[in-house]
T-cell receptor
Framework: GQQVMQIPQYQHVQEGEDFTTYCNSSTTLSNIQWYKQRPGGHPVFLIQLVKSGEVKKQKRLTFQFGEAKKNSSLHITATQTTDVGTYFCAGPSRYNFNKFYFGSGTKLNVKP | NAGVMQNPRHLVRRRGQEARLRCSPMKGHSHVYWYRQLPEEGLKFMVYLQKENIIDESGMPKERFSAEFPKEGPSILRIQQVVRGDSAAYFC??????????????FGPGTRLTVL
């Protein structure tokens, strides 16, 4: 079954509102990676977090990796129409490096 | 440094035919992943390969699907006797994996397969 789930599946926001997607894994991960896929495009790497409890920021984006390394979140402050797309979390199993899991994705739509 | 290349970008096949999708990883990358994406759905992991080795094929259907990454040349995802349900976008990604584990993946533009 699905190892890495993301909620919500879809999110519609007004431009300027904040947005958060949550990533939950059934297994401990070695690291967590985030990708963004624009409509009609391919996934593009955003960031990687490795340490338990790590927090990283990229302009309006804030990424967190949970203490137990089983969950993560991506928060976007003051969304813009350029933020439209699907956000995926992904990561390898801590106990089996050969296992790599991709999250189910959260599709973000931003109304101007 | 050219990115990950996939060809063809669009492929149309009739039911029962074979589909052969190619992926050339970025220079220096020895790890390749294949994913399938149905319309309006997420990425589904299919297979993870290193040169001449299949590392994890747990996401690949047992029948009709096969993948290889030879010592020379691109990685190939082969679908035999295609059915309509195989219509999807197939993405390849490559990674310069180090001893520290899986690193960021660089995705190709995808092959859109349509089965008539």
């Amino acid at each position: 079954g699905q190892q890495v789930m993301q909620i919500p599946q879809y999110q519609h926001v007004q431009e300027g509102e904040d947005f958060t997607t949550y990533c939950n894994s059934s297994t401990t991960l070695s690291n967590i990676q985030w990708y963004k896929q624009r409509p009609g495009g391919h996934p593009v790497f955003l960031i990687q977090l490795v340490k338990s409890g790590e927090v990283k920021k990229q302009k309006r984006l804030t990424f967190q990796f949970g203490e137990a390394k089983k969950n993560s979140s991506l928060h976007i402050t003051a969304t813009q129409t350029t933020d439209v797309g699907t956000y995926f979390c992904a990561g390898p199993s801590r106990y089996n490096f050969n296992k790599f899991y991709f999250g189910s994705g959260t599709k973000l739509n931003v109304k101007p | 440094n050219a990115g990950v290349m996939q060809n063809p970008r669009h492929l149309v096949r009739r039911r029962g035919q074979e589909a052969r999708l190619r992926c050339s990883p970025m220079k220096g990358h020895s790890h390749v992943y294949w994913y399938r994406q149905l319309p309006e759905e997420g990425l589904k992991f299919m297979v993870y390969l290193q040169k001449e080795n299949i590392i994890d094929e747990s996401g690949m259907p047992k029948e009709r699907f096969s993948a290889e990454f030879p010592k020379e040349g691109p990685s190939i995802l082969r679908i035999q006797q295609v059915v309509r349900g195989d219509s999807a976008a197939y993405f390849c990604a490559s990674s310069p994996r180090t001893s520290g584990g899986h690193n960021e993946q660089f995705f190709g533009p995808g092959t859109r397969l349509t089965v008539l």
